[in-house]
């Protein structure tokens, strides 16, 4: 089993920035990739960015230009980065890895709230 703890959300005015950091532990090894996904009220969970272990990322439409997903690998820590908030970034943000040998299984965060006002 895999743990992810995310820390750093909060409330920002738009056009503020906030810094998510999402840290694993348990069974490291069984995962690679990690990333964040995101559900505002009434909407389905979201994708937002992946990183690989070997630093390969990708984003979503919606943020790219905005946020940046970095990691530490010996830290086994994740972080997202966000600039240029907007009211519409306002949302539950989870931290996520696949399991590496079957890609359905995910690991979950609790999910750290960000709200943006405008």
């Known amino acids: 089993q895999v743990q992810l703890v995310e820390s750093g959300g909060g409330s920002v005015q738009a056009g503020g920035s906030l810094r998510l950091s999402c840290a694993a532990s348990?069974?490291?090894?069984?995962?690679?990739?990690m990333g964040w996904y995101r559900q505002a009220p009434g909407k389905q969970r979201e994708f937002i960015a992946s990183?690989?272990?070997?630093?390969?990322?990708n984003y979503a439409d919606s943020v790219k230009g905005r946020f940046t997903i970095s990691r530490d690998n010996a830290k086994n820590t994740v972080w997202l980065q966000m600039n240029s908030l907007k009211s519409e970034d306002t949302a539950v943000y989870y931290c996520?890895?696949?399991?590496?040998?079957?890609?359905?299984?995910?690991?979950w965060g609790q999910g750290t709230q960000v709200t943006v006002s405008s």
């Open positions: 996520n890895a696949p399991e590496r040998h079957n890609a359905e299984y995910h690991y």
């Open positions: 348990g069974s490291i090894f069984s995962i690679n990739a």
């Open positions: 990183i690989t272990s070997g630093g390969r990322t």
